[in-house]
């Protein structure tokens, strides 16, 4: 089985290893036909419809609005309902660098966004902290704090690489186990649980 | 120069001077504030525009470093020097009752630095949480992850300030103080908010629905690329201009590859000079168009914001061609450009210049005679022209206030003496007045593009640089005019391959100050669209 989106052919992506081994695994691990037909019709919904959180701090922002002007226009993805509001959007898109001051803020967001709540990584800062990357107040990447689900990297990423980025979250939403899921979000605590190095880090 | 000289040594004997760059003066520490209330009021003198406020650290001293002009005379720069050796607890008279602009500006050193301004009315940090341990740009500070881990919870006190009054003996008294009393009612705005550009907070106290002040905090896009410049080589600090004002990428670069210009004496080939000053108003362009589309955005007009953004992306795509990206270009290197334009360069400028003039009828039609436009812009947000100066609030925000200011005529640099332009001006000091002189500095980029794109010169497009770049010893300050205002590179070398110290002045820093007394007695609704008309980058005020 392939995971096929509306809006780009499965052997267009570049990347298909990730999502064939997810693939894989779903079908590995077996489901119930009305829980899987369950599944689908969630998912067809969610991927078709996904409300970005604007969270634009730097450069990035720019683009993404370049992405809402008509010429690159990403209702035809159904991206277009940009929320300002967390509690009315399903994925934070991170665009800018992070910086100490700004960590809270962030994590309030995302605590407040609903669930199934995904994060999408926007430019080298978002991703790894990109040019200012050795300053002393700037985070290393968002996935310090949050765990991310897409990166872009860019600097600042074109609207056609948003665009592939976006899309290679509908094909994630695709494959994921709405009930009972194993590829679904995890919780801050519960990733540190996993990952206790990276909390080391942080001090 | 002499008789600026022998004014200011006649006026306090103490002083030493420096040539260089441009004329500084030591000052100590306990005459400064003498001086500087004699340079602003003294007849002759009359510098009234604080154009810097430069932190440093000498090792064996810190200080800072002020840029004055004096905007009735000439706009000669005139450089003080003010240092003290106590580097536990230093202390510098504040000039903030001076010129407001040093309210912000002081606090930006004392952030930086540690320097406690005296009799400032609030010495809070401006850039990093008030539980920052350490002043970063000293040369001694302590990046040990561990004394500053990255805290997840939020700060706490953020309504303390302090001031440190000085007394009629002389002593000075450290007084807690509050930012708001505990009656005002205070609407929070930010950090996330559509409207405030990106993430800027502010916090406003209320009554009833009009404002009664503003705190602005800052920070929560400061990167510290002021501090990562002086770990760089030159060559290297160069891609952080175009990160910071990223609607006037060019420009900024333009401004630190003069300033390390000036400093080697680099002659830049007359081919790169045009092509510099084409790309800086195509930039110019394409900012006010972004400015005017988020403006509608703000007040509703989305269409209006489709139509500006239909016109940058041709912009864009000029930009995409020659350097290779759409935004965050990486077009100006020392001594040049990076490339040679693309060979549909000329043609595609003058397709723009083809089309702008009926453009620019449509957006008028579409959202500047709208009557709910008008009502919103007309009279909301008034900056006087003395306040103008007082905050050094430049460029177009500035230019709405009939304050000529333009750095393009008042210190002529690139190819700008070679062309005819107007310096646009509007006399409502108003958001409408803001708004509408960004509409027309449009049509001045289009007739400077149009007089500059048939006469790009042969040539070279880049001079001959050593292949590692050394400052000598010294110091310079340099002035461009970007989108938003007058945006000043400072550098200090020793003669190493990196920079001693890089402090970038930007524009957007100065409009941010005015905030607070623009919207004062405003609606609660109006912070939007004065945020909005005086259109600051937030990247640009935090760096």
């Known amino acids: 089985m392939e ?11 570049k990347d298909n290893e990730y999502i064939d081994k997810l693939v894989e695994e779903l079908n590995a691990s077996g489901t119930n036909v009305m829980v899987g037909k369950l599944d689908q019709l969630i998912n067809w919904g969610l991927s078709n419809s996904l409300w970005p959180l604007t969270f634009g701090t730097s450069c990035c922002a720019i683009e993404f609005m370049s992405l809402g002007a008509a010429r690159y226009d990403m209702a035809r993805f159904g991206f277009e309902v940009a929320r300002n509001s967390p509690r009315q959007a399903d994925y934070i898109m991170v665009q800018g660098t992070i910086v100490h001051r700004m960590v809270p803020a962030l994590l309030r967001l995302y605590d407040q966004l609903a669930e199934p709540k995904y994060v999408i990584a926007c430019g080298g800062c978002a991703v790894s902290g990109g040019p200012f990357k050795n300053s002393y107040c700037v985070l290393p990447g968002v ?59 942080l001090g | 120069m002499s008789d600026i000289k022998a004014k200011i040594s006649q006026i306090c ?24 209330t004699a340079l602003k009021n003294d007849r002759e003198l009359n510098y009234d525009l604080l154009t810097a406020v430069v932190g440093m650290d000498w090792k064996e001293s810190l200080g800072v470093i002020y840029y004055l002009t004096s905007t009735a005379r000439n706009w000669d720069l005139l450089a003080v020097k003010v240092a003290v050796t106590d580097r536990k607890n230093p202390m510098i008279h504040s000039v903030s009752d001076l010129w407001k602009v040093a309210l912000f500006q002081e606090r930006e050193a004392f952030d930086f630095y540690g320097i406690k301004f005296i009799n400032h009315p609030d010495m809070r940090r401006f850039f990093l949480r008030n539980d920052w341990v350490g002043y970063p740009l000293r040369k001694d500070y302590d990046a040990d992850p561990k004394l500053n881990p990255v805290r997840m919870e939020d700060e706490k006190h953020e309504d303390d300030t302090v001031s440190f009054v000085e007394d009629e003996n002389g002593k000075i008294k450290k007084i807690p ?182 453009r620019m009828k449509e957006y008028h039609k579409v959202f500047t005679g709208n009557v709910i436009a008008m009502n919103r812009l007309k009279g909301v947000g008034i900056l006087t022209k003395e306040n103008a100066i007082n905050y050094a609030v430049t460029g177009p ?116 100050g005015v905030m607070d007394i623009c919207c004062q007695g405003n609606m609660i609704a109006d912070l939007i669209t004065i945020g909005a008309a005086l259109d600051f980058v937030i990247p640009d005020i935090d760096r």
């Not at chain 2, 004997?13 to 504030?33: A, I, Y």
Request: aromatic fraction near 10%; charged fraction near 25%.
């Open chain 1, 3 to 13: 995971v096929k989106i509306k809006s780009m052919k499965h052997e267009d992506f």
């Open chain 2, 13 to 36: 004997p103490s002083v030493t001077f420096e040539e260089g760059d441009c004329l500084l003066v030591n000052v100590p520490e306990q005459d400064w504030h003498s001086l500087a």
């Open chain 1, 143 to 201: 996935d310090k704090v949050l765990p991310v689900d897409v990166y872009i990297p860019g600097c600042p990423p074109r609207p056609e690489a948003f665009f592939y980025g976006l899309m290679q979250l509908q094909r994630k939403i695709k494959v994921q186990k709405f009930f009972g899921g194993v590829n679904r979000k995890e919780r801050i605590e519960e990733f540190f649980a996993k990952h206790p190095e990276e909390r080391g880090q």
């Open chain 2, 397 to 512: 925000s500035g230019r709405g206030s009939d304050w000529s200011c333009d750095c393009r005529k008042k210190h002529p640099y690139a190819a700008y003496p070679m062309v005819q332009f107007e310096e646009v001006l509007e006399k409502g000091c108003d958001s409408y007045a803001r708004y509408m002189v960004r509409m027309r500095e449009i049509e001045e980029s289009v007739r400077i593009l149009e007089q500059l794109v048939d006469r790009i010169p042969e040539g070279p497009i880049r001079a001959q640089v050593p292949k590692i770049i050394k400052l000598p010893a010294g110091r310079w300050y340099q002035q461009v005019e970007a989108s938003r205002g007058t945006f000043g590179v400072y550098i200090e070398s020793d003669g190493q391959k990196n920079p001693y110290r890089v402090h970038f002045q930007s524009p957007c820093f100065n409009l941010v």
């Open chain 2, 177 to 358: 103080g509050k930012v708001f009393t505990e009656d005002d009612y205070v609407v929070n705005f930010g950090p996330q908010h559509p409207s405030t550009h990106g993430v800027m907070r502010f916090r406003a106290a209320v009554d009833g629905e009009i404002i009664k002040k503003v705190d602005v905090v800052s920070g929560y896009i400061h990167r510290g690329i002021e501090k990562l410049c002086e770990g760089l080589t030159y060559p290297q600090i160069l891609h952080f201009t175009d990160r910071m004002d990223y609607m006037s990428a060019h420009q900024n670069r333009h401004c630190l590859c003069m300033c390390i210009e000036k400093a080697l004496g680099l002659e830049v080939p007359q081919r790169a000079v045009v092509i510099r000053t084409m790309m800086d108003e195509l930039m110019r362009i394409s900012s006010h168009l972004l400015a005017f589309g988020c403006t509608a955005m703000d007040l509703g007009a989305t269409t209006a914001f489709f139509y500006g953004f239909r016109e940058r992306e041709m912009v864009l795509d000029i930009f995409e061609k020659t350097c290779g990206a759409r935004m965050s270009m990486n077009y100006n290197v020392i001594g040049g450009v990076i490339a040679d334009i693309h060979t549909d360069f000329v043609k595609d400028v003058k397709e723009l210049i083809r089309i702008m003039p009926e």
